[in-house]
């Protein structure tokens, strides 16, 4: 049986995914699915540099705006839902374009990988909660990094819920989830798929990103951030976990200046980039579109990526 095609457009934060897809989507008549782990969220704009109706120009997005801030939102929720917007796009006859950073997310759903998901509170769940309320996310974090180093180096000790979820298959199985997750990066995609990582030379990427925050600031993070707490949204929220949310939220709290906040998230938000090109660089069938080789010009680099996907639908035909 035919597979059906997907296209991935993905790369670190502020490498500028969200106008490479627009221009890519209207060119082979797709439907842009985001795999970004904040702009699922409601009330939440600025600081996950949502895409703004008019920068759509038209073309239909999914999994954006669909969950309240105080709803949780993990890997098995976004492969039911991306799966259901792609059959949705598929009927309509055109091409579902996932667009986003979380690399986590892409794989799973380019693998259909298998979570063995176990919803059901336990006992050591609450345990490791606990210790974490206790003992700060750092020492949670120690605790994966002695039984599966492989996954603390991937996971960031501030994710709380995804070292639990770590430590809590380790406690049920005896393996390290990285082990489990690398078996599950073996599988066949069951779609026909073009993986493009956009990229950037690392100082020009880093300016970017500074760029991005002090704009997000003069946009009203602050003031969006604040309506987010008047609301009953706390940092013990995933949603409030987001960098960008988490740092002001810190500074309306009183626990640091304003200052110290947006340092604190133009760094962070620097090292997240770094982690998400070490996590492209593990993917397997990805094409690397280096902006800087085609002299920022989104003109060539979207006739670059529309020859790959050209030879893909040949390699169909043959």
């Known amino acids: 049986m035919k597979k059906q095609t997907v296209i991935i457009l993905t790369g670190p934060t502020a490498v500028g995914k969200t106008k490479a897809s627009i221009g890519l989507a209207k060119a082979i008549d797709g439907e842009i699915i985001s795999a970004d ?40 929720k976004f492969q039911v839902l991306a799966k259901k917007a ?15 950073g979380t690399g986590f997310y892409i794989q799973a759903l380019l693998y259909d990988i298998d979570f063995d998901e176990n919803e059901k509170e336990d006992m ?36 709380v819920k995804r070292v639990i979820r770590a ?33 950037d030379e690392r100082q020009h990427l880093y ?4 760029q991005r925050v002090d704009l997000m600031i ?18 013990q929220m995933v949603s409030m976990q987001g960098l960008g949310y988490k740092e002001i939220l810190a500074y309306l709290n009183g626990d640091c200046t304003l200052e110290e906040a947006i340092y604190t998230i133009k760094r962070d938000t620097r090292h997240f980039a770094k982690r998400q090109l ?3 660089k ?13 002299n920022y010009d989104e003109a060539r680099i979207l006739d670059a990526m529309l020859e790959k996907i050209k030879n893909l639908e040949k390699r169909e035909e043959q």
């Open 282 to 294: 593990r993917e397997r069938d990805v094409i690397w579109i280096d902006k800087e080789k085609y």
């Open 86 to 100: 792609m059959q949705e796009i598929w009927d309509r006859g055109h091409i579902p374009i996932v667009t986003g």
């Open 167 to 199: 430590l809590e298959f380790y406690e049920q199985t005896g393996k390290p989830i990285s082990e489990h997750n690398e078996t599950q990066r073996q599988k066949e995609s069951p779609y026909q798929f073009v993986y493009f990582v956009l990229t």
């Open 37 to 76: 782990s904040m702009q699922v969220y409601r009330h939440m704009d600025i600081g996950s540099a949502k895409i703004k109706q008019e920068e759509m120009d038209g073309v239909p997005h999914h999994l954006i705006d669909v969950l309240e801030p105080d709803e949780d939102f993990h890997v098995v």
């Open 207 to 210: 300016a970017r990103i500074d």
């Open 278 to 280: 070490t996590w492209f």
């Open 124 to 159: 050591y769940r609450k345990e490791l909660e606990q210790y974490a309320a206790q003992f700060g996310a750092e020492a949670l974090h120690e605790k994966l990094a002695l039984v599966d180093p492989k996954s603390a180096e991937t996971i960031h000790a501030n994710n």
């Open 218 to 235: 003069e946009e009203g993070l602050v003031e969006e951030v604040r309506s987010l707490k008047e609301k009953g949204y706390t940092s």
